[in-house]
């Protein structure tokens, strides 16, 4: 099978693919369980309320993709692709090391390096991936080049739970994050060997037109950035709930105006793919509002409202593989939880703490065991390997699927794909509609099946859309500014990735939770139509440039 999927396509395809294989298994194990480590109450972590929780989360990841449009920036005009990649590694790798030092210092400044070493990563192996395929041989295959790129991405997705599972329910939160950068340091040393096979691809653009030194633009741009977002955060009151998502909103404007001026000022024959970009741009930020969520709304929605319960014949298997976290019934003190897992709080604002047994149990004493006995579950981040597995298992089915249709010259376009992935995103939203209904919205615990059901649902919509996306920037995207284009798609991801945080962050506003995921199946429809309504457009803007 992999000679197979590798034999059309650039000999550097192998080397990108193993290296964002690591570099998602760092980012994914740290992400899986992060939002965990922010609620955990009782195993070392940090103790935070779940909506404080859910705006760091938030905030995170949304400038964890918003620094790339920095990143891009430096690699086209100064740094080249392969330094960038090389320096955005390291950082990744010291920034997941220093989450497993103990302290609010160390915490910071762990996601400060994450957030810097991804901008210089994360959009230039993309972009070097393309670059490849600008070889007249290989420009046919560049979908299935990029839906096999993102298969590597899954892979690195799929193993790191069960990693992050087995060794903070072993040994503590801190080894789970330190295994995150040595995966990244693997990834690092990877691309170095492949070097050879894309260092060719690797060349930096000057880029007339555009204007100025790096250090102008950056000026131009960096400067403007921090002064709103230092003025979102200190404007009196909340515009959109917090003051972090003020000031990260606050904060993309002027690098929203930077691009809007940018496509005012292209030449014209680079006016229209700028503008088909651009769309697709703000399109997006809805389905990445939705995906992102499995860390934050499916995640909670694991922990508290699924059964994880592990049969007897299953625990020696699960074990083995690093899957189980054990609660004992003992008189421990825990926060105090409504029938909605809501905290509870004095008059003071201040968190009530009770002695009672885990909340897990707060819609399941049917399944509290004995005193000092104990219950045997699976641990909630694995069901974040669900939708990495699917990824894993489809994408051969579907670059199989859309080159039978190519052969038969029915293969949808680029962007039609982009709109088929939103359309399916709506019906995973659906599915979570339907769990919340069979399980009496939350008062009883539901199958696990729900989750299995929706991942499956959004893994077919995401490798319709994900991959596709980054296809369709490399496509598109002047030669002289991809890597800055690329930055722009990330830019995108990174305002739905903050406002996918901002809506977890209502999740305890809703008494009703399938109201929440009715939400989200109307965003992604809206998101749907707005790409079918312009599709005929933006699929004459790929003939006429040869895309």
Request: glycine share 10%.
């Amino acid at each position: 099978m992999a000679t197979s999927l590798f034999s059309k396509h650039p000999k550097g395809l192998p080397y990108l693919f193993l290296t964002e294989m690591w570099e998602r298994f760092g980012f994914y194990l740290m992400i899986g369980i992060f939002m965990l480590y922010m609620i955990n109450t009782d195993t070392g972590g940090l103790g935070f309320p779940k909506k404080e929780s859910a705006d760091i989360y938030g905030t995170f990841i949304a400038l964890v993709y918003l620094t790339p449009f920095m990143g891009g920036l430096l690699a086209d005009r100064l740094l080249g692709y392969r330094v960038s990649i090389t320096i955005g590694g390291v950082l990744l790798g010291l920034g997941y090391m220093a989450l497993a030092i103990p302290g609010m210092t160390a915490f910071w400044g762990a996601l400060f390096l994450i957030i810097v070493g991804n901008g210089f990563f994360k959009p230039n192996i993309s972009t070097l991936l393309g670059n490849l395929y600008n070889d007249p041989q290989y420009k046919v295959n560049k979908d299935a080049g990029y839906n096999i790129f993102y298969m590597g991405i899954n892979i690195g997705a799929f193993i790191c739970n069960f990693i992050a599972a087995y060794l903070r329910n072993h040994y503590g939160w801190g080894y789970a994050f330190a295994a995150a950068g040595i995966g990244m340091f693997v990834g690092v040393a990877i691309f170095w060997l492949g070097n050879k096979n894309y260092a060719h691809a690797d060349v930096k653009k000057e880029d007339k037109q555009a204007g100025g030194s790096v250090g102008k633009l950056l000026g131009s741009i960096l400067l403007p950035a921090m002064i709103a977002g230092a003025l979102g955060w200190f404007i009196p009151g909340n515009i959109f709930g917090t003051d972090s998502t003020d000031a990260f909103l606050f904060a993309t404007i002027p690098v929203i105006i930077f691009f809007l001026n940018m496509l005012i000022k292209a030449p014209a024959k680079e006016k229209q793919p700028i503008a088909a970009l651009l769309s697709i741009y703000l399109i997006v930020i809805l389905f990445w509002a939705i995906f992102k969520q499995n860390g934050t709304a499916l995640t909670i929605w694991a922990e508290s409202y699924t059964d994880r319960e592990i049969p007897t014949a299953m625990v020696p298997v699960t074990e083995g593989m690093g899957m189980v976290q054990v609660l004992t019934n003992a008189q421990d003190t825990f926060p105090a939880y409504d029938k909605n897992f809501r905290t509870e709080k004095d008059a003071a604002g201040k968190v009530v703490t009770t002695v009672t047994t885990h909340p897990y149990f707060i819609n399941a004493p049917e399944k509290l065991p004995a005193e000092g006995n104990s219950v045997k579950l699976i641990s909630t981040e694995i069901f974040q390997s669900i939708n990495p597995f699917f990824v894993i298992v489809l994408t051969p089915v579907v670059v199989l699927f859309f080159a039978m249709l190519r052969q038969r010259k029915r293969e949808p376009t680029t962007a039609a794909k982009v709109g088929w992935g939103l359309l399916i995103t709506s019906l995973s939203s659906l599915v979570m509609v339907a769990a919340v209904y069979s399980t009496h919205n939350g008062l009883v615990k539901g199958s696990g099946w729900w989750l299995i059901g929706t991942y499956g649902v959004v893994t077919i919509g995401e490798l319709c859309l994900s991959p596709m996306g980054l296809s369709l920037v490399n496509k598109l995207a002047p030669a002289r500014i991809a890597g800055l284009m690329m930055g722009g798609w990330f830019l995108a991801t990174s305002i739905g990735n903050k406002l996918s945080g901002v809506l977890a962050s209502l999740w305890d506003v809703y008494d009703h939770k399938a109201n929440f995921f009715w939400v989200n199946t109307g965003l992604t429809l809206i998101a749907a139509l707005a790409v079918f309504v312009i599709l005929r457009w933006l699929n004459r803007v790929l003939r006429e440039h040869g895309a």
